[in-house]
């Protein structure tokens, strides 16, 4: 009876360690996965520059002007100008009131051609705001439209300031709702990692105590005159370690997964070569994204102006960064190298970081414009980075997975009609992605 219990205890004490891992697997599993991805994929042309579908000169409430609207304004006029309050610039409520469209389109567009015009109004905003001269903005006059259908359509909405207004613009609703699911998700979380904590705890304290129990039934049994030989050999057994020195499993075992390791750093080594992934250079001037993209959530396409445009996502001039710092911490150490790069008439001497071979070619438009690809898929968290640094490996087998794994969204674009027919017929259910298209072709990048 007694060698019975002293067999049976390893088994119960693995059998309680597998029973505690296995639930706390389960329950991480449960809280913390993933949201499914949309199987539409990507909308090709689903960017911030959506075309508007106001009509030049008009402004409208049709919902998807005010929607192209609203990215513009966020794209162009964000940084200078608020609907309600005075940023820079002027606050914009009103201003489809106080002055025609054949007014605003030619002040957007050139705003110091209108003021050397002598108009008056032009004149009056000109001085008001200490002579700081407006951006020209290349947008359409629809592109205009929408936009002041957009500042139209925020005046009329009731501001939930003061506490005597219960409306409340759809799109904060949803921010609020995010923030919401958000945060209940994160306290998910953190209860799952505070439940695995106490469960491990006990864990150890069960093993502990289990030990303590089992060392004092074998003084027991010790003390006992009635056990027979083969209890006491059960008791009294010890481990041998030289047999693991000696064993030739055991050596060999050990041999192979050592060969294993020095191999693969071996390989890792080797493709590493000529890798930046994680190169983070001094700036000659500290810019944080954290605190433009991040905190005051200035869109990225305001300074790279052109990366819905062009092959390449252009490096600001100083003259972006004077629309707002000829008015906002002028005397900053780090501002004062702007006005002396602009003094001196020299380029400020930003260090490159996200670099692609010669040989390989990559069209920045195509991904943002017509992909709707976000910033954050290739340069990560950006708006998180006080120091820009290379977030992706940006490897060829790196983009093709992507292009094996990203789905178009082909609906509604005629292009695409008869390349998704020989494609289902071929491939059934298996989604339509840009390798479908071409993408993996070798060249479509090397040619």
């Known amino acids: 009876m007694n060698s019975i219990r002293l067999r049976t205890l390893p088994h119960f004490l693995l059998a309680l360690f597998l029973s505690f891992a296995a639930f706390g697997e389960a329950s991480a599993q449960t809280v913390g996965s993933a949201p499914a991805v949309s199987k539409e994929g990507v909308v090709p042309g689903a960017t911030a520059a959506a075309a508007p579908a106001a009509a030049a000169g008009a402004t409208t409430g049709d919902a998807a002007a005010i929607a192209a609207g609203d990215a513009l304004f966020k794209g162009n006029c964000a940084q200078c100008h608020a609907v309600k309050e005075v940023v820079v610039g002027p606050a914009l409520a009103g201003i489809a009131k106080r002055r025609p469209m054949s007014w605003i389109i030619p002040w957007v567009k050139n705003s110091s051609k209108v003021v050397a015009s002598g108009d008056e109004y032009a004149v009056k905003i000109f001085n008001q705001y200490q002579k700081q001269q407006m951006p020209s903005f290349q947008l359409s006059d629809a592109e205009i439209t929408s936009i002041v259908s957009y500042i139209t359509a925020e005046e009329e909405k009731a501001s939930p300031v003061g506490g005597d207004t219960k409306q409340v613009a759809g799109g904060e ?148 960064c004077m629309n707002c710092h000829s008015q906002i911490k002028t005397e900053s150490p780090e501002i004062k190298k702007i006005y002396r790069a602009i003094q001196k008439n020299q380029p400020i001497q930003w260090v490159r970081i996200h670099n692609l071979p010669d040989l390989a070619y990559f069209n920045h438009s195509q991904h943002t414009q017509v992909g709707g690809i976000e910033c954050q898929t290739c340069h990560g968290p950006i708006q998180n980075m006080d120091v820009v640094y290379q977030y992706s490996p940006l490897t060829m087998g790196w983009c093709i997975n992507c292009h094996r794994e990203t789905p178009l969204n082909t609906k509604g674009n005629a292009y695409y009609d008869n390349l998704v027919k020989l494609h289902d017929k071929e491939n059934g259910a298996v989604p339509f992605t840009v390798s479908s298209n071409g993408g993996t072709e070798c060249s479509k990048c090397h040619y």
């Open 173 to 320: 609703a949803a921010a609020g709702g995010d923030a919401a699911a958000a945060g209940t998700e994160a306290g998910a979380a953190k209860y799952v990692d505070l439940l695995l904590i106490i469960l491990v705890v006990v864990l150890i304290v069960l093993v502990v105590t289990l030990v303590i129990i089992a060392n004092i039934m074998k003084d027991v049994l010790r003390g006992r005159k009635d056990l027979d030989g083969r209890d006491v050999e059960l008791l009294e057994q010890r481990f041998d370690w030289t047999q693991l020195y000696k064993s030739k499993l055991i050596r060999g075992l050990a041999l192979g997964i050592f060969a294993l390791v020095v191999l693969y750093e071996s390989v890792q080594g080797v493709m590493a070569i000529g890798l930046s992934q994680g190169y983070q250079p001094t700036q000659p001037i500290a810019f944080s994204h954290k605190l433009h993209a991040g905190e005051h959530q200035i869109n990225c396409a305001y300074c790279h102006t052109s990366v819905y445009k062009s092959k390449s996502a252009n490096i600001p001039s100083a003259n972006i």
